[in-house]
T-cell receptor, first 109, second 116 residues
């Protein structure tokens, strides 16, 4: 079974600071996703990364993928309060979809 | 486009009763849908893959007789929690492949089940 681990599990950061969330997975996969979840809500798609070296950016969030290291990162630049949420990575292989442990991010003024 | 509607949003039921959750693809056909369970402050765990016109594929450790999945049409999959117990209380989310692209998945809004 494919295992997906995120680090850190909880993150409290000040507005304006930068930070990176890490997503490690145990076996090769076809693609990697990043999602955002607000409390009591479903998942909002952020990025899908398909190949080694892929980098995608949207606003203050940037995701990258290193398939050789089986590692994806979600970098937060100059955090703002609106980014407070739980972030999940998910790894897909074929039709199988495995979520990471999640990172609960709180941005404080 | 590519909206997945899930109903109900929340439900409270008594122990021993059954609850049905519906997942509909509103503007596209979904031959495959996925059901997840999420306990508070935990990640999503895939429960089963629902295939239109055939039996669902359950993940290891998920009781197929307790979590009945029916995918009778290309736009509707249902999850029935039978003989619910308090430990079944959870957030249930369905998803389907987003037809707008080959790699996207669209998630339903989720159902909060509380068994009392």
């Amino acid at each position: 079974e494919l295992k997906v681990e995120q680090n850190p599990l909880f993150l409290s950061m000040q507005e304006g600071k930068n930070y990176t969330i890490y997503c490690n997975y145990s076996t090769t996969s076809d693609r990697l996703y990043w999602y955002r979840q607000d409390p009591g809500k479903s998942l909002e798609s952020l990025f899908v990364l398909l190949s080694n070296g892929a980098v995608k950016q949207e606003g203050r969030l940037m995701a990258s993928l290193d398939t050789k290291a089986r590692l994806s990162t979600l970098h937060i630049t100059a955090a703002v309060h609106d980014l407070s949420a739980t972030y999940f990575c998910a790894v897909a292989t074929g039709n199988q979809f495995y979520f990471g442990t999640g990172t609960s991010l709180t941005v404080i003024p | 486009g590519a909206v997945v509607s899930q109903h109900p949003s929340w439900v409270i039921c008594k122990s021993g009763t059954s609850v049905k959750i519906e997942c509909r693809s509103l503007d596209f056909q979904a031959t495959t849908m996925f059901w997840y369970r999420q306990f508070p402050k935990q990640s999503l765990m895939l429960m089963a893959t629902s295939n239109e016109g055939s039996k669902a594929t359950y993940e290891q450790g998920v009781e197929k007789d307790k979590f009945l999945i029916n995918h009778a049409s290309l736009t509707l999959s249902t999850l029935t929690v039978t003989s619910a117990h308090p430990e079944d209380s959870s957030f249930y989310i369905c998803s389907a492949r987003d037809p707008r692209g080959p790699y996207g998945y669209t998630f339903g809004s989720g159902t909060r089940l509380t068994v009392v």
